[in-house]
Every structure is written in C-alpha cells, then in structure tokens.
C-alpha cells in the first residue's frame, strides 16, 4: 500500500469563502447536525476501531493538480450540483463526509524540447449522498464532469486524532495505523483515507479528524 492513495475526508467545508452567496453559514456542516456515513463499531482495539459501513452513493469529480488546488476545485463543482445544478434542480442535502482520493499520476509531456516530463496530480474528489436516495431517485448532474457511483458495504480501520489534517501529519498517522494492523494480523485491502469533519474555522484543539483505511 502506498500513500499516493490518500483519501482526504471532509466535513465539505473547504472551500466556503469561494462559495459566498450558495448557502449561508448557519446551514454549514458543523459536527452533529448532518448525516454521517452509517457504520457500526465492529470492535476497538487499542487506539483504532474497526468498523462496518453500510453502502452508500458518491457524486464524484475529477481534478488534476496539487491536492490542496483539486479539493478546493472539486468542492465547487459538487457543492454546484447539490445546490441545485441537476435534472430535478433542487437542492441535496449536505452530509459528512466529503472525499478526496488522490488517483494515479499522469505523465505531463512537455511542450518544448528538452524540458523533462513531470507527474501530474490527479485526484478524485467525492460527496457522500443522503441515505434516503438511490442511484433512481437522486437527481442526475447536470455538469457532465459530475458521476455518481455506488460504494458497496466494507470494513475499515478508523484512527482518530485531532487539530488541522496536513499532509504530514496525516501521513504520519497512516504509518501508524498501519503498523498497528500489520502487528495485529489484520490484513489492509485498499488506500488510506484521511477523514475531516470541521468547517476550516474550527479551531484546532476542537477538530475531529480520522485516518480510515480499508481491511478484508
């Protein structure tokens, strides 16, 4: 497993201030006051759990670039859709939380001669979608870049932690969770998730963040 996969989890706030005008503040995630991901506790073991997650639907979007630029760019998109930009043109309700996924790299080739190729950043950046739709009776996208799938049933290992989630300290965290299901037998079946679920005001010593990390 590698940490290309990281998947940064939010409480779909990042990108407010870009989105003055959508809705207003008191509507925002906060901690609490929204769905979550259904999941149950499976057992705790030491600083993790182990949880099962029902199924559920993502509308997703890809973006190329650093992480920081995608989610930001993915968040506009999707919160454009949620906020009416579909078939039915009505609003979705915003849940907890949004995901960022960092996809595989792409080869840029360069335009000139003798400049060298560089990777290109790709990421997938995902709402979670309210419980009561389905893939029949959620509104369809209208932007064309805008898909939604179904994510099935899985188990995963949850590591919760506090103050901002950076790429650093987030890594960090991953390694640690890792290294605490290898030493406990417990076998990894896909990409490390960074979870999120504040607003950006939220100050540090109040923030709730996860690393989630996929196991068989």
Excluded: C
Excluded at 9 to 16: D, K, P, Q, R, V
Excluded at 181 to 199: H, K, M, R, Y
């Amino acid at each position: 497993m590698t940490k290309k996969g990281i998947l940064l989890m939010g409480a779909a706030l990042i990108a407010t201030a870009a989105l003055a005008g959508a809705w207003s503040i008191a509507e925002l995630v906060t901690e609490g006051n929204v769905e979550e991901a259904a999941y149950s506790v499976i057992t705790k073991a030491g600083s993790y759990e182990l949880r099962s997650y029902d199924p559920h639907l993502r509308a997703e979007v890809v973006m190329d670039g650093p992480y920081r630029k995608s989610l930001y760019g993915g968040f506009r998109v999707l919160a454009d859709y949620i906020f009416g930009n579909n078939t039915a043109s009505t609003g979705i309700s915003m849940t907890a939380p949004v995901v960022s996924e960092e996809s595989e790299k792409i080869a840029m080739t360069a335009p000139v001669l003798h400049q060298e190729q560089e990777e290109k950043e790709r990421h997938v950046i995902s709402f979670i979608m309210p419980a009561e739709y389905t893939l029949e009776t959620l509104p369809k996208p209208n932007n064309a870049s805008v898909t939604v799938r179904e994510i099935g049933a899985q188990k995963m290992a949850a590591l919760r932690f506090g103050g901002y989630a950076t790429k650093g300290r987030a890594e960090r965290r991953i390694e640690r969770l890792l290294k605490a299901l290898a030493d406990d037998g417990i076998t990894v079946a896909g990409e490390a998730q960074v979870a999120q679920f504040n607003p950006p005001w939220t100050p540090p010593w109040m923030r709730r963040n996860e690393i989630l990390i996929p196991m068989e």
